[in-house]
């Protein structure tokens, strides 16, 4: 591939590589470099140093060294001459080997500019289009003008079939190769996305790889479509060669400079609250694009921030699995800390409303470990002597997960106050969890990974169930009056629920399982039958099983109502009390009242699923 010296040396000129590392990299002006956190090892203190005027890196930490276009290499994995040509691209030189020019470069550039030209289009839309009236209505009953949509270059996508492809005549490799559309049935080419609002995603470097798109909710829109089917609240583009989901964060690149300044990061859950934290004056918010928040993200994270705040509503924070955030935590050597919000409340709505309130909970938002143990605590029953066991028990769990010794303890401490326990009783029962995870059996904490995988799927199959199910066929007659089919959200354990449930021999329902094509069912239910239980269970250890279990049944039932009532399938009023009634019995479960909040939870839910079967 022919390229002449002297046009990789033009490249090499254009590009500061001051700022094209700053796209990654916090960097500090020291003297006459720069320095910053190595993007290339784990590091605390910055040993990764830029010269500017030569154009070259170098880390002390892990010697890795370059230029400019070595450091694309290097961090996009790119070959040197893709990295050439991005680099090229950003400096607006054109480079004479086209006719060699790889075909997979060629078409990432089409992509990118056929996405660009997408947004352009459906931000004009918005802002201009008689059609987009609803959706500017809408956002401006959302706090956001002319000139936040135009910050975040938002758009609307017409309520047609194609007008985006037909207007900007992009074909079928384009459509597929950016998500922008598709090919349909009778063979005609059709816009990915209709009558949504348009959230588009850009890399760090501000180049538009992707869009996402949120429905009009009524009385905006038109709520579900006239077949009948109901869209969901958002769709965003698929996987493509410009796109990688558990990459990207939403906003990072108009939030990078103040992340920079202020050293903190923050991660809400959508598109509106990243937006929320910029009007509220925190324009260092980003969010996941339709994914968890991964290992990946951290990867890009700890390059610009040492302090990650999530932001999310108190109960989705609380669920992140906490093992992995402490592992991210240690290995990117970044702290992990959870603003907390008022419950119930998301940020876009306390921007709005209390912009103040948003500013504290982030100012005051505290490490994952002491956010997972207040609700803990704050959940705990105190009046009596079980109500302080049985949260120390909980506590002692939450306490164990954290890998660091000198701060599990720190922790203990606290509990035992608040407990009134003597910390020299907690203190070695944490160690011994803290070694042996197995000790670690949390009744009202999210399910850790299965103990039991399916051979075939190779899906995780959820903690509360199983747990159910061992009890089911090892002490059949103390659950036989406390489960119902409902409960279990998985198929293949409801499946195995009514095998037992039926009272046949264990062998006779195992067999039946087989005789059906229940391969998945009929394996984990001989796992579970040969199961050596490590200990005797009490009334408790039930309760603490089934309430779990119920837990984990009406939290993915709420989904459903949460999903009705933004599809106007169920009246506000009705809903929110139904979540708010329903959210107060689960507290409950495991308390004094514990038995009857159990017994309206089941009432709720079988009425549920007998509605919704119909
Ligand atoms: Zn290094």
Same mark, same amino acid.
């Given at each position: 591939m022919a390229i002449s010296e002297s046009e990789i040396a033009q490249v090499r000129a254009a590009t500061d590589i001051v700022a094209l590392i700053s796209e990654q990299v916090a960097l500090k002006k020291s003297g006459r470099r720069w320095s910053g956190l190595c993007p290339f090892h784990g590091e605390k203190t910055p040993s990764f140093s830029v010269n500017a005027e030569e154009g070259r890196y170098y880390c002390f930490g892990c010697r890795a060294s370059g230029d400019q276009i070595t450091f694309v290499r290097e961090t996009q994995h790119l070959d040197f001459i893709d990295a050439l040509r991005l680099l090229a691209d950003r400096a607006g030189i054109e480079l004479h080997e086209d006719a060699n020019a790889g075909p997979a470069r060629k078409d990432r550039q089409e992509f990118l500019s056929a996405m660009e030209r997408a947004v352009e289009w459906y931000h004009d839309r918005l802002l201009h289009a008689p059609d987009a009236r609803p959706a500017r209505d809408y956002l401006r009953s959302r706090g956001i003008g002319g000139d936040v949509a135009r910050r975040f270059k938002l758009g609307w996508a017409p309520d047609e079939w194609d007008a985006l492809t037909t207007s900007l005549k992009l074909n079928e490799k384009v459509l597929l190769g950016t998500g922008l559309g598709f090919v349909n049935k009778r063979d005609r080419r059709q816009d990915a996305l209709r009558a949504r609002i348009i959230f588009p995603i850009f890399d760090p470097a501000g180049k538009a790889i992707a869009i996402g798109g949120r429905i009009l909710p009524p009385p905006f829109g038109v709520g579900a479509r006239e077949d009948g089917r109901v869209e969901p609240k958002y769709k965003n583009s698929p996987e493509t060669t410009i796109y990688s989901k558990r990459r990207t964060l939403y906003a990072l690149n108009w939030a990078k400079d103040d992340i920079i300044r202020s050293g903190e990061i923050i991660v809400c859950e959508g598109y509106t609250d990243v937006i929320a934290f910029f009007t509220a004056g925190m324009p260092r918010a980003v969010a996941t694009c339709g994914t968890a928040l991964g290992e990946d993200h951290f990867r890009t994270m700890r390059n610009f921030a040492k302090r990650i705040v999530l932001a999310y509503d108190a109960d989705q924070a609380g669920q992140s699995a906490a093992a992995s955030v402490y592992q991210w935590e240690r290995q990117h050597e970044v702290d992990v800390a959870v603003a907390r919000l008022p419950r119930g409340s998301d940020p876009a709505e306390l921007a709005q409303r209390d912009p103040e309130a948003l500013r504290q909970a982030i100012a005051s938002a505290v490490p994952f470990l002491q956010f997972r143990l207040e609700r803990v605590l704050d959940g705990a029953n105190v009046a009596t002597a079980e109500g302080r066991a049985r949260a120390a028990e909980i506590a002692m769990v939450v306490l164990a997960e954290h890998p660091s010794e000198l701060v599990r303890d720190q922790y203990v401490m606290q509990v035992a106050d608040r407990l009134r326990i003597?910390? +020299?009783?907690?203190?070695?029962? #944490?160690?011994?969890? +803290? !070694?042996?995870?197995?000790?670690?059996?949390?009744?009202?904490?999210?399910?850790?990974?299965?103990?039991?995988?399916?051979?075939?799927?190779?899906?995780?199959?959820?903690?509360?169930?199983?747990? +159910?199910?061992?009890?089911? #066929?090892?002490?059949?007659?103390?659950?036989?009056?406390?489960?119902?089919?409902?409960?279990?959200? !998985?198929?293949?354990?409801?499946?195995?629920?009514?095998?037992?449930a039926s009272g046949k021999p264990l062998s006779d329902v195992i067999d039946d399982l087989q005789r059906r094509g229940e391969d998945e069912a009929a394996h984990v239910l001989s796992r579970l039958a040969v199961d050596e239980l490590d200990r005797e269970y009490t009334v408790d250890d039930v309760t603490a099983v089934v309430s779990q279990l119920v837990r984990s049944a009406v939290r993915a039932e709420l989904k459903n109502v949460e999903r009705d009532l933004r599809d106007g399938r169920m009246e506000p009023d009705v809903a929110n009390a139904t979540i708010r009634d329903v959210k107060e019995r689960i507290e409950l479960l495991e308390t004094p009242q514990g038995a009857q909040a159990e017994r309206d939870l089941r009432a709720w839910l079988l009425e549920r699923f007998a509605t919704t079967s119909k």
């Open positions: 003597d910390v +020299a009783r907690l203190r070695p029962r #944490v160690a011994e969890m +803290a !070694h042996n995870p197995a000790l670690r059996v949390v009744p009202s904490e999210p399910p850790p990974m299965a103990s039991v995988r399916p051979r075939q799927s190779g899906e995780a199959m959820p903690r509360p169930g199983l747990e +159910a199910l061992r009890l089911q #066929v090892h002490f059949p007659n103390d659950v036989k009056d406390r489960l119902i089919a409902p409960y279990f959200v !998985h198929e293949t354990q409801r499946e195995i629920f009514e095998g037992l």
